[in-house]
Protein backbone atom coordinates (compact mmCIF):
# COMPACT_ATOMS: atom_id res chain seq x y z
CA UNK A 1 0.00 0.00 0.00
CA UNK A 2 1.52 3.34 -0.70
CA UNK A 3 2.43 5.55 1.96
CA UNK A 4 0.42 8.83 2.20
CA UNK A 5 1.94 11.55 4.83
CA UNK A 6 0.17 14.09 5.82
CA UNK A 7 1.54 17.85 5.14
CA UNK A 8 3.03 18.02 8.84
CA UNK A 9 5.46 15.07 8.61
CA UNK A 10 6.38 15.78 5.00
CA UNK A 11 7.30 19.14 6.15
CA UNK A 12 9.89 17.63 8.59
CA UNK A 13 13.14 17.24 7.62
CA UNK A 14 13.42 13.80 9.80
CA UNK A 15 9.96 12.91 8.85
CA UNK A 16 8.74 12.58 12.44
CA UNK A 17 4.78 11.40 13.38
CA UNK A 18 3.59 14.65 14.20
CA UNK A 19 0.03 13.45 13.63
CA UNK A 20 1.17 10.26 15.91
CA UNK A 21 2.61 11.56 18.98
CA UNK A 22 -0.12 14.23 18.96
CA UNK A 23 -3.12 11.67 19.20
CA UNK A 24 -0.83 9.51 22.02
CA UNK A 25 -0.82 13.22 23.42
CA UNK A 26 -4.62 13.67 23.83
CA UNK A 27 -4.89 9.95 24.80
CA UNK A 28 -2.55 11.15 27.80
CA UNK A 29 0.19 8.12 26.65
CA UNK A 30 2.90 9.94 26.72
CA UNK A 31 5.22 7.72 26.68
CA UNK A 32 4.16 6.57 23.43
CA UNK A 33 3.94 10.36 21.88
CA UNK A 34 7.94 10.59 23.58
CA UNK A 35 8.85 7.41 21.82
CA UNK A 36 7.55 8.50 18.73
CA UNK A 37 9.64 11.99 18.76
CA UNK A 38 12.48 10.16 19.69
CA UNK A 39 11.85 7.39 16.83
CA UNK A 40 13.90 9.71 14.23
CA UNK A 41 15.24 12.22 15.93
CA UNK A 42 18.25 12.29 18.52
CA UNK A 43 17.59 15.41 19.76
CA UNK A 44 14.26 15.77 21.31
CA UNK A 45 14.62 18.00 24.21
CA UNK A 46 16.72 20.63 21.94
CA UNK A 47 14.05 20.58 19.44
CA UNK A 48 11.47 21.35 21.50
CA UNK A 49 12.79 24.37 22.48
CA UNK A 50 14.73 25.47 19.18
CA UNK A 51 13.11 23.91 16.29
CA UNK A 52 11.28 26.36 13.89
CA UNK A 53 8.54 24.28 13.44
CA UNK A 54 7.39 24.11 9.71
CA UNK A 55 5.04 21.38 10.37
CA UNK A 56 2.86 24.20 11.73
CA UNK A 57 3.40 25.98 8.89
CA UNK A 58 1.56 22.59 6.74
CA UNK A 59 -0.96 22.42 9.18
CA UNK A 60 -4.58 21.45 7.59
CA UNK A 61 -6.14 22.93 10.66
CA UNK A 62 -5.28 26.22 9.45
CA UNK A 63 -7.41 26.18 6.99
CA UNK A 64 -10.39 26.36 9.61
CA UNK A 65 -9.16 28.03 12.64
CA UNK A 66 -5.50 27.96 14.14
CA UNK A 67 -2.32 25.30 13.04
CA UNK A 68 -2.19 23.47 15.90
CA UNK A 69 0.72 24.50 18.60
CA UNK A 70 2.90 21.33 17.59
CA UNK A 71 6.29 22.46 18.84
CA UNK A 72 4.69 23.26 22.26
CA UNK A 73 2.78 20.44 22.33
CA UNK A 74 6.23 18.23 21.51
CA UNK A 75 7.84 19.59 24.55
CA UNK A 76 4.92 18.80 26.47
CA UNK A 77 5.17 15.38 25.59
CA UNK A 78 9.32 14.94 25.78
CA UNK A 79 9.10 16.60 29.52
CA UNK A 80 6.19 14.39 30.45
CA UNK A 81 6.91 11.23 28.40
CA UNK A 82 10.98 10.88 29.50
CA UNK A 83 9.71 11.78 33.44
CA UNK A 84 8.19 8.17 32.37
CA UNK A 85 10.39 6.51 30.36
CA UNK A 86 13.33 7.28 33.07
CA UNK A 87 11.48 5.90 35.71
CA UNK A 88 12.79 2.41 37.72
CA UNK A 89 10.10 0.70 35.47
CA UNK A 90 10.68 1.66 32.49
CA UNK A 91 14.39 2.84 32.81
CA UNK A 92 16.46 2.13 29.88
CA UNK A 93 20.07 0.86 29.35
CA UNK A 94 22.90 1.13 27.34
CA UNK A 95 21.54 0.67 23.62
CA UNK A 96 23.45 -2.69 22.27
CA UNK A 97 23.78 -3.21 18.75
CA UNK A 98 22.31 -6.27 17.62
CA UNK A 99 25.99 -7.24 16.73
CA UNK A 100 29.14 -5.89 16.46
CA UNK A 101 31.21 -5.03 13.24
CA UNK A 102 34.82 -4.65 13.04
CA UNK A 103 35.22 -1.05 10.64
CA UNK A 104 35.77 1.69 12.52
CA UNK A 105 34.30 5.09 11.65
CA UNK A 106 35.35 8.77 12.83
CA UNK A 107 33.47 11.58 13.07
CA UNK A 108 34.73 15.43 13.08
CA UNK A 109 32.39 17.78 14.48
CA UNK A 110 30.11 16.71 17.77
CA UNK A 111 27.14 19.11 16.65
CA UNK A 112 23.65 17.88 15.77
CA UNK A 113 24.36 16.43 12.51
CA UNK A 114 27.89 14.76 13.65
CA UNK A 115 26.18 13.16 16.11
CA UNK A 116 23.13 11.49 15.00
CA UNK A 117 25.50 10.33 11.93
CA UNK A 118 28.00 8.67 15.19
CA UNK A 119 24.52 7.60 17.11
CA UNK A 120 23.04 5.91 14.16
CA UNK A 121 26.09 3.74 13.12
CA UNK A 122 26.99 3.18 16.41
CA UNK A 123 23.33 1.39 17.07
CA UNK A 124 24.36 -0.65 14.35
CA UNK A 125 27.29 -2.17 15.96
CA UNK A 126 30.17 0.23 14.50
CA UNK A 127 32.78 1.46 16.86
CA UNK A 128 32.59 5.19 16.44
CA UNK A 129 34.49 7.90 17.33
CA UNK A 130 33.94 11.55 17.42
CA UNK A 131 36.78 14.40 17.39
CA UNK A 132 35.02 17.51 19.10
CA UNK A 133 37.04 20.51 19.43
CA UNK A 134 35.07 22.49 22.11
CA UNK A 135 35.40 20.62 25.58
CA UNK A 136 32.24 18.57 25.41
CA UNK A 137 29.97 17.62 22.70
CA UNK A 138 27.20 19.83 21.26
CA UNK A 139 28.66 21.91 18.84
CA UNK A 140 26.72 25.35 18.97
CA UNK A 141 23.88 24.13 20.85
CA UNK A 142 26.73 23.93 23.66
CA UNK A 143 29.09 26.88 22.87
CA UNK A 144 27.35 29.73 21.20
CA UNK A 145 23.64 28.90 21.84
CA UNK A 146 21.87 31.22 24.57
CA UNK A 147 20.88 29.51 27.52
CA UNK A 148 17.18 31.83 26.92
CA UNK A 149 16.52 29.60 23.83
CA UNK A 150 18.11 26.02 25.28
CA UNK A 151 18.79 25.24 28.67
CA UNK A 152 21.66 23.11 29.16
CA UNK A 153 19.54 20.52 31.39
CA UNK A 154 17.36 19.84 26.97
CA UNK A 155 21.25 19.40 26.05
CA UNK A 156 22.09 17.55 28.63
CA UNK A 157 18.84 14.78 28.67
CA UNK A 158 19.75 14.60 25.27
CA UNK A 159 23.40 13.99 25.15
CA UNK A 160 23.08 11.66 27.56
CA UNK A 161 21.12 9.51 25.87
CA UNK A 162 22.83 9.32 22.23
CA UNK A 163 26.03 8.58 24.56
CA UNK A 164 24.39 5.34 25.44
CA UNK A 165 24.66 3.65 22.58
CA UNK A 166 28.77 3.69 23.03
CA UNK A 167 30.27 6.01 20.59
CA UNK A 168 33.36 7.31 21.88
CA UNK A 169 33.71 11.50 22.49
CA UNK A 170 37.37 12.80 22.33
CA UNK A 171 36.58 16.48 23.31
CA UNK A 172 39.16 19.01 23.01
CA UNK A 173 40.69 17.58 20.01
CA UNK A 174 41.07 19.54 17.35
CA UNK A 175 41.33 17.69 13.92
CA UNK A 176 44.37 19.22 11.71
CA UNK A 177 46.01 20.57 15.05
CA UNK A 178 46.10 17.97 17.76
CA UNK A 179 46.02 15.28 15.27
CA UNK A 180 46.10 15.27 11.52
CA UNK A 181 43.41 14.17 9.14
CA UNK A 182 46.05 12.20 7.69
CA UNK A 183 46.15 10.16 10.77
CA UNK A 184 42.14 9.50 10.91
CA UNK A 185 42.17 8.68 7.29
CA UNK A 186 44.34 5.89 7.28
CA UNK A 187 43.17 4.15 11.11
CA UNK A 188 39.61 4.36 10.59
CA UNK A 189 37.66 2.83 7.47
CA UNK A 190 35.10 5.48 6.80
CA UNK A 191 35.48 9.22 8.18
CA UNK A 192 32.08 11.81 8.63
CA UNK A 193 33.02 15.39 8.26
CA UNK A 194 30.34 17.42 10.32
CA UNK A 195 32.12 20.55 11.85
CA UNK A 196 29.31 22.72 11.16
CA UNK A 197 29.82 26.80 10.19
CA UNK A 198 32.50 27.77 13.23
CA UNK A 199 33.10 31.23 12.11
CA UNK A 200 31.95 34.52 11.64
CA UNK A 201 32.09 36.20 9.02
CA UNK A 202 33.77 39.73 8.59
CA UNK A 203 33.66 39.90 4.49
CA UNK A 204 30.42 39.29 2.34
CA UNK A 205 31.34 39.10 -1.27
CA UNK A 206 29.60 40.56 -3.36
CA UNK A 207 29.02 43.65 -1.23
CA UNK A 208 30.57 46.96 -2.81
CA UNK A 209 31.90 48.30 -0.96
CA UNK A 210 33.77 44.95 0.34
CA UNK A 211 32.83 44.09 4.14
CA UNK A 212 34.95 44.31 6.52
CA UNK A 213 35.35 48.79 6.56
CA UNK A 214 39.04 49.16 7.43
CA UNK A 215 37.70 50.74 11.15
CA UNK A 216 35.75 47.37 11.70
CA UNK A 217 39.48 46.12 13.08
CA UNK A 218 38.56 48.57 16.41
CA UNK A 219 38.51 46.30 19.83
CA UNK A 220 35.32 47.83 20.25
CA UNK A 221 34.15 45.98 17.14
CA UNK A 222 33.06 42.12 17.69
CA UNK A 223 32.13 39.24 15.65
CA UNK A 224 28.45 36.97 16.87
CA UNK A 225 29.69 33.90 17.46
CA UNK A 226 32.69 35.14 19.58
CA UNK A 227 30.24 37.25 21.20
CA UNK A 228 28.09 34.42 22.19
CA UNK A 229 30.75 31.90 23.34
CA UNK A 230 32.32 34.81 25.79
CA UNK A 231 28.96 35.01 27.31
CA UNK A 232 28.11 31.55 27.15
CA UNK A 233 31.08 30.60 28.79
CA UNK A 234 30.46 33.19 31.77
CA UNK A 235 33.14 35.60 30.91
CA UNK A 236 33.29 38.97 32.13
CA UNK A 237 32.36 41.44 28.85
CA UNK A 238 33.15 45.16 29.24
CA UNK A 239 29.97 46.04 27.47
CA UNK A 240 29.29 49.14 26.40
CA UNK A 241 25.24 50.56 27.22
CA UNK A 242 24.67 51.07 23.49
CA UNK A 243 25.25 48.67 21.25
CA UNK A 244 24.80 48.20 17.14
CA UNK A 245 24.15 44.95 15.77
CA UNK A 246 24.52 44.66 12.18
CA UNK A 247 22.83 41.36 10.46
CA UNK A 248 18.99 39.95 10.12
CA UNK A 249 19.61 36.35 10.54
CA UNK A 250 18.62 34.44 13.79
CA UNK A 251 22.19 34.87 14.57
CA UNK A 252 21.88 38.17 15.11
CA UNK A 253 18.57 38.24 16.86
CA UNK A 254 20.36 35.81 19.13
CA UNK A 255 23.69 38.56 19.99
CA UNK A 256 20.52 41.34 19.89
CA UNK A 257 18.84 39.71 22.90
CA UNK A 258 22.14 38.60 24.63
CA UNK A 259 23.65 42.07 24.66
CA UNK A 260 20.27 43.21 26.60
CA UNK A 261 20.76 40.20 28.99
CA UNK A 262 24.78 41.25 29.52
CA UNK A 263 24.10 44.68 30.63
CA UNK A 264 23.51 46.90 27.39
CA UNK A 265 20.86 49.60 27.81
CA UNK A 266 20.16 50.21 24.24
CA UNK A 267 20.48 47.96 20.73
CA UNK A 268 19.73 49.03 17.85
CA UNK A 269 19.78 46.02 14.71
CA UNK A 270 20.39 47.39 11.18
CA UNK A 271 19.78 44.98 8.60
CA UNK A 272 19.29 44.76 4.74
CA UNK A 273 16.35 43.22 4.17
CA UNK A 274 12.85 45.25 5.00
CA UNK A 275 11.20 43.89 8.09
CA UNK A 276 8.80 40.96 6.52
CA UNK A 277 12.02 39.79 4.38
CA UNK A 278 13.94 39.36 7.59
CA UNK A 279 15.18 35.57 7.46
CA UNK A 280 15.11 35.45 11.44
CA UNK A 281 11.69 33.28 12.26
CA UNK A 282 8.93 35.73 13.32
CA UNK A 283 8.49 34.97 16.84
CA UNK A 284 11.84 35.36 17.47
CA UNK A 285 11.52 38.93 16.02
CA UNK A 286 8.43 39.45 17.53
CA UNK A 287 10.13 38.55 21.06
CA UNK A 288 12.81 40.79 20.25
CA UNK A 289 11.00 43.83 20.18
CA UNK A 290 8.99 42.96 23.14
CA UNK A 291 12.68 42.55 25.10
CA UNK A 292 13.17 46.43 23.71
CA UNK A 293 15.37 45.90 21.04
CA UNK A 294 15.16 48.72 18.18
CA UNK A 295 14.94 47.06 14.35
CA UNK A 296 15.90 48.92 11.88
CA UNK A 297 15.36 47.15 8.66
CA UNK A 298 16.41 48.19 4.58
CA UNK A 299 20.35 49.77 5.72
CA UNK A 300 23.53 48.91 5.76
CA UNK A 301 26.42 49.77 6.76
CA UNK A 302 28.41 53.09 5.09
CA UNK A 303 30.97 53.99 8.11
CA UNK A 304 31.64 53.76 11.32
CA UNK A 305 31.95 57.81 13.40
CA UNK A 306 34.80 58.47 15.98
CA UNK A 307 35.51 60.70 18.55
CA UNK A 308 38.83 60.61 20.40
CA UNK A 309 39.20 56.98 19.26
CA UNK A 310 36.37 56.14 20.76
CA UNK A 311 33.07 54.57 18.41
CA UNK A 312 30.29 57.00 19.21
CA UNK A 313 27.67 55.50 16.32
CA UNK A 314 27.61 54.55 12.30
CA UNK A 315 26.62 56.22 9.15
CA UNK A 316 24.13 53.96 7.37
CA UNK A 317 22.58 54.27 4.11
CA UNK A 318 19.12 52.98 2.74
CA UNK A 319 18.96 49.53 0.54
CA UNK A 320 18.24 49.90 -3.05
CA UNK A 321 18.11 45.85 -3.97
CA UNK A 322 19.93 43.18 -2.14
CA UNK A 323 19.58 40.71 -5.04
CA UNK A 324 20.53 41.28 -8.75
CA UNK A 325 18.33 40.22 -11.78
CA UNK A 326 20.33 36.48 -11.61
CA UNK A 327 19.54 36.30 -7.74
CA UNK A 328 22.87 36.67 -6.78
CA UNK A 329 23.66 38.50 -2.90
CA UNK A 330 25.01 42.49 -4.60
CA UNK A 331 23.41 44.49 -2.34
CA UNK A 332 23.20 48.41 -3.97
CA UNK A 333 22.81 51.52 -1.88
CA UNK A 334 21.33 54.69 -2.07
CA UNK A 335 24.31 56.83 -1.15
CA UNK A 336 22.77 59.87 -0.89
CA UNK A 337 19.73 58.43 1.86
CA UNK A 338 21.84 58.59 5.26
CA UNK A 339 20.70 57.62 9.17
CA UNK A 340 23.38 58.16 11.75
CA UNK A 341 23.17 55.91 14.47
CA UNK A 342 24.50 56.21 17.90
CA UNK A 343 26.37 53.54 19.45
CA UNK A 344 29.65 52.58 21.25
CA UNK A 345 29.77 48.67 20.43
CA UNK A 346 29.79 46.81 16.91
CA UNK A 347 28.73 43.32 16.82
CA UNK A 348 28.57 42.29 13.24
CA UNK A 349 26.67 38.96 12.73
CA UNK A 350 26.72 38.71 8.68
CA UNK A 351 26.71 35.03 8.55
CA UNK A 352 29.15 32.23 9.17
CA UNK A 353 31.28 30.14 7.40
CA UNK A 354 33.43 26.59 7.91
CA UNK A 355 36.35 26.45 9.20
CA UNK A 356 38.27 23.58 6.69
CA UNK A 357 42.03 24.19 7.42
CA UNK A 358 42.41 20.72 8.07
CA UNK A 359 42.28 19.65 4.68
CA UNK A 360 44.40 21.68 3.21
CA UNK A 361 47.08 18.83 2.79
CA UNK A 362 44.01 16.62 1.50
CA UNK A 363 42.84 15.01 -2.06
CA UNK A 364 39.49 16.51 -1.07
CA UNK A 365 38.05 18.88 -3.44
CA UNK A 366 37.17 22.14 -2.00
CA UNK A 367 34.64 24.33 -4.63
CA UNK A 368 35.94 28.11 -5.75
CA UNK A 369 34.67 29.34 -2.70
CA UNK A 370 36.86 26.74 -0.43
CA UNK A 371 33.92 25.07 0.74
CA UNK A 372 33.64 21.44 0.76
CA UNK A 373 31.30 19.74 -2.13
CA UNK A 374 29.45 16.15 -1.25
CA UNK A 375 27.05 14.41 -3.84
CA UNK A 376 23.92 15.40 -2.88
CA UNK A 377 21.98 12.17 -2.59
CA UNK A 378 25.26 9.78 -1.07
CA UNK A 379 26.71 12.94 0.96
CA UNK A 380 30.07 11.23 -0.51
CA UNK A 381 33.11 13.20 -0.92
CA UNK A 382 35.66 13.34 -3.89
CA UNK A 383 38.00 10.99 -1.42
CA UNK A 384 36.80 7.24 -1.09
CA UNK A 385 35.34 6.67 2.51
CA UNK A 386 34.93 10.15 3.66
CA UNK A 387 31.17 11.43 3.86
CA UNK A 388 29.96 15.21 4.90
CA UNK A 389 26.81 16.38 6.46
CA UNK A 390 25.12 19.33 7.93
CA UNK A 391 25.89 22.67 7.59
CA UNK A 392 29.71 22.41 5.93
CA UNK A 393 27.80 21.46 2.72
CA UNK A 394 24.26 22.20 3.05
CA UNK A 395 25.06 25.91 4.68
CA UNK A 396 23.06 27.39 7.85
CA UNK A 397 19.66 26.03 8.33
CA UNK A 398 17.73 24.52 11.37
CA UNK A 399 18.92 21.75 13.42
CA UNK A 400 16.24 19.68 12.56
CA UNK A 401 17.71 19.80 8.77
CA UNK A 402 21.13 18.77 9.81
CA UNK A 403 19.72 15.85 12.24
CA UNK A 404 18.63 14.82 8.82
CA UNK A 405 21.59 14.99 7.12
CA UNK A 406 23.37 13.23 9.48
CA UNK A 407 20.93 9.95 9.16
CA UNK A 408 21.57 10.06 5.41
CA UNK A 409 25.17 10.40 6.11
CA UNK A 410 24.98 7.27 8.26
CA UNK A 411 23.11 5.98 5.38
CA UNK A 412 25.97 5.95 3.01
CA UNK A 413 28.59 5.26 5.40
CA UNK A 414 27.20 1.83 5.75
CA UNK A 415 26.17 1.09 2.61
CA UNK A 416 30.08 1.90 1.90
CA UNK A 417 31.06 -0.53 4.05
CA UNK A 418 29.12 -2.85 3.50
CA UNK A 419 29.47 -2.99 -0.16
CA UNK A 420 25.71 -2.02 -0.53
CA UNK A 421 24.65 0.35 -3.11
CA UNK A 422 23.29 4.08 -2.76
CA UNK A 423 19.73 3.87 -2.73
CA UNK A 424 18.88 7.60 -1.07
CA UNK A 425 17.35 9.81 -3.95
CA UNK A 426 17.33 13.29 -2.83
CA UNK A 427 14.76 14.18 -6.04
CA UNK A 428 12.35 11.33 -5.05
CA UNK A 429 9.08 12.97 -4.83
CA UNK A 430 6.76 11.40 -1.97
CA UNK A 431 3.33 11.57 -1.51
CA UNK A 432 1.60 14.33 0.59
CA UNK A 433 -2.14 14.65 1.48
CA UNK A 434 -3.60 18.31 -0.21
CA UNK A 435 -4.78 20.87 1.48
CA UNK A 436 -7.93 20.51 3.29
CA UNK A 437 -11.24 21.53 1.00
CA UNK A 438 -12.64 24.74 1.52
CA UNK A 439 -16.27 22.96 1.55
CA UNK A 440 -14.87 20.30 4.25
CA UNK A 441 -13.41 23.06 6.13
CA UNK A 442 -16.77 24.58 6.22
CA UNK A 443 -18.06 21.79 7.73
CA UNK A 444 -15.61 21.53 11.15
CA UNK A 445 -16.55 23.34 13.90
CA UNK A 446 -13.76 26.62 14.65
CA UNK A 447 -12.44 25.90 17.77
CA UNK A 448 -9.10 27.88 18.19
CA UNK A 449 -5.31 27.24 19.78
CA UNK A 450 -5.64 26.78 23.71
CA UNK A 451 -3.90 29.63 25.42
CA UNK A 452 -3.74 28.25 28.74
CA UNK A 453 -0.50 28.88 29.84
CA UNK A 454 2.12 29.06 32.57
CA UNK A 455 5.57 30.09 32.83
CA UNK A 456 8.96 28.74 33.28
CA UNK A 457 12.14 30.29 34.75
CA UNK A 458 12.81 30.95 31.38
CA UNK A 459 10.12 33.09 30.88
CA UNK A 460 8.65 30.57 28.20
CA UNK A 461 4.88 29.67 27.71
CA UNK A 462 4.35 25.78 28.99
CA UNK A 463 1.54 23.64 28.27
CA UNK A 464 -0.63 22.47 31.73
CA UNK A 465 -1.74 18.96 31.10
CA UNK A 466 -5.19 19.75 30.57
CA UNK A 467 -4.96 22.07 27.87
CA UNK A 468 -2.18 20.31 26.02
CA UNK A 469 -4.93 17.25 25.74
CA UNK A 470 -7.03 19.68 25.08
CA UNK A 471 -5.29 21.12 22.45
CA UNK A 472 -4.01 17.71 20.69
CA UNK A 473 -7.67 16.89 20.24
CA UNK A 474 -7.73 19.52 17.91
CA UNK A 475 -5.65 17.45 15.37
CA UNK A 476 -7.96 16.14 12.44
CA UNK A 477 -5.64 12.95 12.12
CA UNK A 478 -5.06 14.32 8.37
CA UNK A 479 -4.96 11.25 5.90
CA UNK A 480 -5.38 8.29 9.37
CA UNK A 481 -8.66 7.23 7.07
CA UNK A 482 -10.73 4.21 8.04
CA UNK A 483 -9.37 0.65 8.80
CA UNK A 484 -11.00 -1.62 6.80
CA UNK A 485 -11.46 -4.87 8.74
CA UNK A 486 -12.10 -7.89 6.45
CA UNK A 487 -14.36 -10.01 8.52
CA UNK A 488 -16.57 -7.60 9.10
CA UNK A 489 -16.43 -5.00 6.02
CA UNK A 490 -18.12 -5.97 2.61
CA UNK A 491 -16.34 -3.49 0.54
CA UNK A 492 -19.62 -1.49 -0.34
CA UNK A 493 -17.77 1.87 0.41
CA UNK A 494 -20.72 3.83 1.14
CA UNK A 495 -18.84 5.40 4.14
CA UNK A 496 -16.77 6.48 1.97
CA UNK A 497 -18.94 7.71 -0.34
CA UNK A 498 -20.92 9.60 2.35
CA UNK A 499 -17.68 10.73 4.46
CA UNK A 500 -18.35 14.50 4.70
CA UNK A 501 -14.57 14.90 5.32
CA UNK A 502 -13.18 13.04 2.48
CA UNK A 503 -11.01 10.37 5.00
CA UNK A 504 -9.10 7.81 3.18
CA UNK A 505 -9.77 4.15 3.48
Known amino acids: ?20 YLSAIAERDYLKAYYLIKEHNPFPA ?31 AVEKGRETWKSPKNKPGKISPPYPLSQKVAVIGAGPAGLTAAYDLACKGYPVTVYEKYPA ?11 YRLPAAALTQDLEDILACGMEIKAGVEVGKDISFQELYANYQALVISVGLSMSRKLIAGWKPALPLPEFD ?43 RVGAEKVSLICLEKREEMVAPAEEIEEALKEGVQIIPGYGPKKILFAGGKIT ?3 IKKVHSIYDQNGNFNPVFFEDKTNIVPGATIILAIGQTTNLS ?70 QQIKVIGSLPLETAKLIPPFT ?57
Request: glycine content about 8%; overall charge neutral.
Open 358 to 427: FLEDSPIKLNENGWLTADKNTLATSLAGVFACGEVVAGAGPAISAIASGHRAADSVHSYLQNHSFSFNHD
Open 313 to 315: GME
Open 449 to 505: RQKIWSFDTFGKYVYEERAAVTEAHRCLSCGLGAEIISTQCSLCINCLRVCPYHAPV
Open 46 to 76: VCAWICPHPCEGSCRRGAVDEPLAIRDLKRF
Open 1 to 20: METVLPPCTDACPVKTDVRG
Open 218 to 260: HPEVWLALPFLQAVKQGKSLKLNKNVLVIGGGGVALDVARTAI
Open 137 to 147: PGGQFFSSLPA
